[in-house]
């Protein structure tokens, strides 16, 4: 035992202990034997030690930073603390692709919210978590002056997300509706879909008319089948945004749409199967896609996934377009091109011809 470390001191060795002044106390040390079968002794008796003890004291802990922050976020100030926060609950529908009144939409992760607030749509809220702060110094040259940022914890983000693994970054986003001048404008190149259920593939075509320059899109029904809602949660992420940027006209019949735009002097082109693929049918002649002329203002139509454009539809088309395939290899080959992969080839080629003429 060493009584001369930090936290004792040495004072007075006698054979007997004294009564220990303030700051002292009194220790009795016995003799102590090594394991050597005691032939040495390190205390041949009993002895009194009075030691003054000396007290540290400990200055409490500064938080670190990671503590301070996630405070900050999900405990500070105006942080939303309850599930029944009126807040939350709008995301919660929003984000399920319940949209108020059809106008604001919820959107989710860093990519997406990036994407609405460079839309020049009206954000009308963020809500971040613990774990989403950290995107806020990426968004914030996007971040408009009085943008409303809310702020939870990541267990409550959770409940509201409509992904398995939330990034902590969503918004709710207030659309603009289009009209059908927003999409002639310019020399018109109009993506129009006919029956497309597939929510990733309706976002996947608003991706490529985007992408390849047209001037807007419109999703209708035909025959009591209808399109996927471009703005819901699976069509939205599919889109990356474009769903966002892009004008649209939603809800429209085909056959209404297609009388509209021939009167503006759009011609309208419909995406079919081959001839040998189809079997015999009435309506306009098909050609390739290079032969159609995609520099004059066009559309497109595409149909359903797996019955593709009814009879009477493709009929009321100014010309049909066939993606050619090639031979296959073995019995069973490719029976077709899915909506999504034969749009982003006809837009391709729009924009081929558009490009080669300027």
Not at 112 to 125: K, R
Not at 250 to 262: A, F, N, V
Not at 283 to 310: R, V, Y
């Amino acid at each position: 035992m060493n009584l001369n470390s930090s936290s004792t001191e040495c004072l007075i060795k006698t054979g007997g202990p004294r009564y220990p002044l303030p700051g002292e106390t009194n220790i009795d040390v016995w003799p102590i034997q090594d394991g050597n079968g005691g032939r040495e002794i390190l205390l041949s008796a009993p002895t009194s030690f009075t030691v003054r003890v000396r007290f540290v004291r400990l200055k409490p802990m500064a938080p670190s930073r990671k503590s301070a922050r996630k405070q900050s976020v999900s405990t500070g100030p105006g942080a939303i603390t309850s599930r029944d926060n009126r807040w939350l609950k709008r995301f919660r529908s929003a984000l399920a692709g319940e949209p108020e009144g059809g106008t604001v939409v919820g959107v989710e992760g860093l990519r997406m919210v990036e994407a609405a607030l460079g839309s020049g749509l009206q954000v009308e809220a963020l809500l971040v978590s613990d774990s989403g702060e950290r995107h806020i110094a990426r968004l914030a040259p996007l971040l408009k002056s009085g943008a409303q940022i809310l702020r939870t914890s990541d267990r409550l983000f959770a409940r509201v997300a409509d992904t398995r693994t939330p990034q902590g970054i969503a918004a709710l986003v207030r659309t603009r509706p289009a009209t059908l001048e927003d999409l002639v404008r310019g020399t018109p190149l109009v993506a129009v879909l006919a029956g497309v259920q597939d929510p990733g593939n309706v976002g996947t075509i608003l991706r490529a008319a985007e992408a390849f320059g047209a001037t807007g899109a419109a999703t209708c029904s035909v025959e009591a089948m209808g399109t996927a809602d471009p703005l819901g949660p699976k069509a939205l992420r599919a889109s990356a945004g474009s769903a966002l940027r892009l004008p649209l006209l939603h809800g429209l019949p085909t056959k209404g749409m297609i009388s509209k735009l021939r009167a503006l002097g759009v011609k309208v082109y419909a995406a079919t199967k081959g001839q040998a693929e189809a079997g015999p049918r009435r309506g306009p002649a098909t050609m390739q896609p290079w032969e159609a002329d995609w520099k004059s203002p066009a559309a497109i139509l595409i149909g359903n996934e797996g019955a593709g454009l009814p009879d009477g539809i493709v009929e009321a088309a100014d010309a049909c377009v066939s993606i050619p395939q090639a031979a296959p290899a073995s019995p069973v080959g490719v029976e077709s091109l899915n909506a999504a992969m034969a749009a982003t080839v006809l837009l391709y080629e729009a924009m081929r011809q558009r490009k080669a003429k300027e």
